[in-house]
């Protein structure tokens, strides 16, 4: 069974679809939240999203914060912009199905989250540290993170180990081995200075992880940010993959 394993489009039409037709058949997907803020087309997004069949879709911190009804303080300047514009422009169908979208999801040996398995919504794995800290927080023998936008793998072999941070290349098959945290990649925003959208597909039964990056028509969708009145920094980024 392949799954497609998606993260952080932030409203990337665009890459969205380049991804899609980039990862040719798979059995399901599996997207690990934040399908808008940043980007231009939140709702394509959605409804892109909402349409798959074999889906499992987890809630982001800008899904949630996009709702209404949150205080901001952890969001940047362009972000809490780019959070306003979402509430202004989502559709009242889009923002009720984000809405329902749950926090944490286990599935075999995998636990689902967008940020991390203690704060599901909130917090960021960027160093072996951050994962150390989280692995008591999950059951499985394996947790799916995004949030950060960086593509990385986090093993702990048992219990106090160290943790070991790895970095899969595109294109080469990783053997997963128990107990690993690991991340995708983002589809619409990469922060690893590749503008390539990034993700991933899983094999899930023999536990094989392997990361790709397509190119897509970014200029496009900076021009779609600058037209919606988005932050200009929110079209730079897209460009240096930051
Ligand atoms: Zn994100």
Redesign the pocket.
């Known amino acids: 069974m392949k799954i497609l394993v998606i ?2 489009i ?1 409203g990337n039409y665009l890459a969205l679809e380049a991804v899609l037709a980039d990862a040719g058949t798979y059995d399901a997907v599996w997207c690990l ?2 399908l808008v ?1 940043y980007g231009p087309q939140p709702n394509e997004c959605v409804e892109r999203i909402r349409g798959m069949s074999n889906l499992i879709c987890l809630l ?3 899904d949630a914060a996009s709702l209404g009804g949150l205080d901001l303080e952890d969001f940047n300047n362009e972000a809490m912009q780019s959070v306003q514009w979402m509430m202004d422009h989502l559709s009242e169908e889009n923002k009720a199905y984000l809405g329902n979208l749950p926090e944490k999801y286990h599935y075999n040996a995998f636990t689902l989250v967008h940020g991390s398995p203690r704060y599901p919504i909130w917090e960021y794995i960027l160093n072996t540290e951050d994962a150390r800290r989280n692995f008591p927080f999950f059951t499985t023998r394996y947790c799916l993170v ?2 950060s ?1 960086v593509p990385c793998l986090f093993q702990q072999r048992k219990k106090g180990d160290p943790v070991h941070m790895e970095i899969p290349q595109t294109g080469i098959p990783v053997q997963l081995k128990p107990r690993s945290i690991i991340n995708p990649g ?1 589809v619409g ?1 990469p922060r690893d200075h590749n503008p390539g959208a990034c993700y991933a597909t899983l094999d899930l039964e023999q536990y094989i992880w392997e990361l790709h990056r397509v190119s897509y028509n970014y200029q496009q969708v900076q021009k779609l940010i600058v037209e919606a009145g988005l932050p200009i920094r929110n079209a730079a980024r897209l460009e240096g993959g930051w």
Do not use: C
Request: hydrophobic share 0%.
């Open positions: 993260s952080d932030h939240g934040d803020g982001g911190n800008h995004g949030h936008h983002s925003q």
